[in-house]
């Protein structure tokens, strides 16, 4: 199994990014995937999650709104689409595979090596 | 909001030490808890789910109780390579909380 996380930067606070998840080496489609983030010198933060087939979609209070989580089956990628940025966004992002298939269960077993996103002017 | 309190939030213990982290919820996450262990600069790796299943590959001296509120995480004889930070996290209806971690220092 492995994630590839890209899409990181600087970006100036107001503007956008999209981050990008490459998965390989397990059967994609059969699993939820997420978005976790880490502020520097804090504790994990989950952004956002998405089902297998991508249908059912769930966002942290603190994104809704600002944050696009989606996902491309055909192509074993997944995507993060983030606008309205702030200071506080500012974190590693990674991505993550849950534990089981086709299960909603939100325990993350494989995780990407973090691509970071600095929102600053 | 489920809110999750980690405590300590730093630990100091010799090897071979018997350390037990806790973890407890604001309300009841029945046995909707994981551990993770997580070490500087590198992504975090799962240890405990469901409040006491261990992950395969993990060694067995980490260990995982608790239900409702209050959770337990036990490293029965530490070792040199146990150093790191350790995240609850709970996961029930959807939503997903972390606590604040707790550094641990061999």
């Known amino acids: 199994v492995q994630l590839v996380e890209s899409g990181g930067g600087l970006v100036k606070p107001g503007g956008s990014l999209r981050l990008s998840c490459a998965a390989s080496g397990f059967s994609f489609s059969d699993y939820y995937m997420s978005w976790i983030r880490q502020a520097p010198g804090k504790g994990l933060e989950w952004v956002a999650s998405i089902s297998h087939g991508g249908s059912n979609i769930y966002y942290a209070d603190s994104v809704e709104g600002r944050f696009t989580i989606s996902r491309d089956n055909a192509n074993n990628s997944l995507t993060l689409e983030m606008a309205s940025l702030t200071a506080e966004d500012t974190a590693v992002y990674y991505c993550?595979?849950?534990?089981?298939?086709?299960?909603?269960?939100?325990?993350?077993?494989?995780w990407g090596q973090g691509t970071l996103v600095t929102v600053s002017s | 909001d489920i809110q999750l309190t980690q405590s300590p939030s730093t630990l100091s213990a010799s090897v071979g030490d018997r350390v037990t982290i806790t973890c407890r919820a604001s309300?009841?996450?029945?046995?909707?808890l994981v551990w993770y262990q997580q070490k500087p600069g590198r992504a975090p790796n799962l240890l405990i789910y469901k409040a006491s299943i261990l992950e395969r590959g993990v060694p067995s001296r980490f260990s995982g109780s608790g239900s409702g509120t209050e959770f337990t995480l036990t490293i029965s004889s530490l070792q040199p390579d146990d150093s790191a930070t350790y995240h609850c996290?709970?996961?029930?209806?959807?939503?997903?909380?972390f606590g604040h971690g707790t550094r641990l220092e061999i």
């Open positions: 993550a595979r849950y534990l089981e298939t086709y299960s909603s269960s939100s325990v993350s077993k494989n």
């Open positions: 309300r009841s996450i029945l046995r909707w």
């Open positions: 996290q709970h996961y029930y209806n959807n939503a997903i909380t």
